[in-house]
């Protein structure tokens, strides 16, 4: 058709050896913990999610470095598929703690992993990667705070509005879907972002039997070889799906 990053049929990996939970997959993440989360530890207990949803998003993008970046960006939509909506609506720091164990949660996980990848979108690879080393390089805590400014001064933008939505926020981006059997088109809408998807090159996995297809969100529509209607995941970024 035309619409899709990616026609190939492809496995699923949440059947093979290398999706969300797998022993390689928690191998993965536990070792990226020695770069980040361990020598870049988060400042307070209600900065966690500095410690896991880096790691949860580097073990991906280790993931695709491995095995190609279309297995990444599966390995991505894998990791938000399951998400609730109550996790996708949970602070990242929250406003207190009775207890440390209190700030471990699901959301943590891939709510900040999804934080990650909005942020890489959004300032692009040089600026994130650079964000990192710095944090890296430094060795020490870091807040949320800090790790804001960090981004905030490798990309030169103001990224108030997306820690405020993202990481402090309970709102959750809303994807409207229609299915036209007879044309066997998928189409979508995305709203409630804040604008903070806004020219986002966002992708969405399209998944009708064994077909799938990496398509951008942009493109605001897919046709599809069959007639059933389609699953749609998002990668890499927690939404709210009609």
Known sequence: ????????????????????????????????????????????????????GPSTYLTADVLGRLDGGDDGMRHLALVVRNTSLVDAQTRLVAPALARPEDALNLAVYTKGSAVMHVLRLSVGDRAFWAALREMQTAGRPVSTAGFQRAFERASGRDLEALFAYWVHGTQVPRLATAWDRGARRLSWTLANDGGTLQNV???????????????????????????????IWPVGVVLDID
């Open 1 to 52: 058709s035309g619409d899709g990053v990616s026609g190939a049929e492809v496995s699923d990996p949440a059947r093979g050896a290398r999706g969300p939970g797998s022993l390689e997959e928690t191998a993965i993440h536990e070792l990226v913990h020695q770069w980040w989360g361990n020598r870049v530890p988060p400042a307070t207990w209600r900065d966690l999610w500095l410690a896991e």
């Open 201 to 231: 090159p966002l992708l969405l996995l399209v998944r009708q039997g064994d077909n799938e297809r990496l398509v951008r969100a942009s493109a605001g529509r897919v046709t599809m070889p069959g007639t059933a209607r389609p699953d």
